[in-house]
């Protein structure tokens, strides 16, 4: 998957500083922009979702979530755009 990824030029391996047998993954910035634009589709997709919800229950909801354990819940802090 790294290989593939980086092939695609969106992964990146880079040495480690402090031990040569070490090679870190990080993305290059055609995977940032990537991540990117699949974070923002998640999140107008979310809330095309939570729209049908009042505010009061996507609060609600994002209480469970927190209590929970889960990150989503920052998803819905903001009202769905209309």
Do not use: C, H, N, W
Not at 8 to 17: I, N, Q, S, V, Y
Not at 59 to 66: C, F, I, K, M, T
């Amino acid at each position: 998957m790294v290989d593939r990824l980086g092939k695609r030029g969106l992964l990146a391996r880079e040495p480690d500083e402090k031990d040569r047998r070490i090679s870190r993954i990080v993305l290059t910035a055609a995977g940032e922009d990537l991540r990117e634009r699949i974070r923002r589709r998640f999140a107008e997709l979310v809330a095309e979702r939570f729209a049908a919800l009042s505010d009061e229950e996507r609060a609600g909801y994002a209480s469970l979530v927190e209590a929970l354990g889960g990150s989503g819940a920052q998803a819905l802090d903001q009202p769905p755009a209309r």
